[in-house]
């Protein structure tokens, strides 16, 4: 199987999951239902899920084993998207090529819908996973990587910085945790539940802080460069919520340089898993030239 093969394989696999872990609509709560699954079964890369099922198997586990933790993950960075587009947050009208949530749903049912999301993250990773060996390390993992040490922490460090010219020091910090502490935790979690093996945790974690600094400096690049229609959201918004970015404080030329420079980085972190990585090298150079 090719590359291009596998990755859809694991796609179709998740949304698939994804779609039987969320609850029915038929009911008097049917509303928010319709706004998680609106936000939830979308366009997506689905590129944390992944993460976690290719280190699971990389590390010698059953990939199976990791759908629950998987598609936790994905809850939890869809419920943070769904909040990120609110009015009082980024306030962004469109989200993966279609209204976000509060303009489809109302903002009171966005808020809500992110709140179940979270919450359903952890009884789909807690439900039926007593028996797999790593469950209740990986569950704790995903609780702080999203929690205020981690994603939640980086968010109020950017809350904090809007209009001003933070020093690269606390731009790391904050993207470090806002987007790096998933990134973390999709790869900690599929080692964990492949074997919990420290050595190969060090280099995935190694692996993933680098690809987590190149995939946010991309993401800052597409904000000023990138396709509107391809990207699914406005370009411009960091600049309209006056951010500081890895463009605002390198430049379009050398945010280019570090992004090359990190992911080189996450490719040498694979070294050690050898031939096994070949999936996650392809993934990771995919990432560098992504256009959304
Ligand atoms: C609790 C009110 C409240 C808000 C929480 C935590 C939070 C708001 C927001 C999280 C911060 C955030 C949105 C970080 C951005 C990370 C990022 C680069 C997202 C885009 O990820 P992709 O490109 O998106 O993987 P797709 O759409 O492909 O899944």
Same mark, same amino acid.
């Given at each position: ?27 008097? =709560? ?24 290719? #280190? ?12 629950? #933790? ?8 869809? =419920?943070?998207? @769904? %909040? ?10 469109? +989200? +993966? ?23 359903? *993250? #952890?009884?789909?990773?807690? +439900? ?7 469950? %209740?390390?990986? *569950?704790?993992?995903?609780? $702080? ?22 020093? !690269?020091?606390?731009?790391? $910090?904050?993207?470090?945790? $806002?987007?790096?502490?998933? @990134? ?28 987590? @600094? ?6 800052? @690049? ?36 570090? *992004? ?11 070294? =050690? #898993? ?10 990771? $150079? !995919?990432?560098?030239?992504?256009? %959304?």
């Amino acid at each position: 199987m090719n590359f291009n093969e596998r990755l859809s394989g694991y796609i179709t696999e998740i949304e698939d999951a994804l779609k039987g872990y969320l609850p029915s609509q038929d009911c008097l =709560y049917g509303d928010v239902i319709k706004a998680m699954s609106y936000s939830l079964l979308d366009a997506g890369k689905r590129l944390r899920p992944v993460l976690t099922l290719e #280190f699971c198997r990389v590390c010698s586990g059953d990939y199976k084993n990791a759908m629950p #933790f998987a598609c936790a993950l994905e809850m939890i960075h869809t =419920y943070s998207l @769904i %909040h990120d587009d609110l009015p009082c947050l980024d306030n962004d009208d469109m +989200r +993966r090529g279609k209204p976000s949530c509060h303009k489809a749903f109302g903002e009171d049912m966005a808020l809500l819908a992110g709140d179940s999301l979270l919450n359903l *993250a #952890f009884e789909t990773a807690l +439900r039926d996973t007593a028996d797999i060996p790593g469950a %209740h390390l990986a *569950a704790y993992t995903l609780a $702080k990587a999203s929690g205020i040490g981690g994603m939640i922490g980086g968010q109020v460090i950017g809350v904090q910085s809007e209009g001003k010219r933070i020093p !690269m020091e606390t731009l790391r $910090k904050m993207h470090s945790q $806002k987007t790096g502490a998933l @990134i973390l935790a999709a790869a900690e979690m599929g080692c964990i539940l492949g074997g919990n093996n420290e050595k190969d945790l060090a280099a995935a974690r190694e692996y993933a802080v680098n690809l987590g @600094i190149a995939f946010q400096i991309v993401d800052d @690049i597409l904000d000023v460069v990138g396709d509107q229609q391809l990207l699914g959201k406005p370009i411009g918004s960091d600049a309209a919520n006056e951010k500081s970015t890895y463009v605002t404080l390198l430049g379009l030329e050398k945010a280019r340089e570090y *992004a090359d420079l990190y992911t080189a980085k996450a490719l040498d972190a694979l070294e =050690y #898993f050898g031939e096994k990585a070949d999936f996650m090298r392809e993934l990771t $150079k !995919m990432l560098l030239k992504r256009n %959304h």
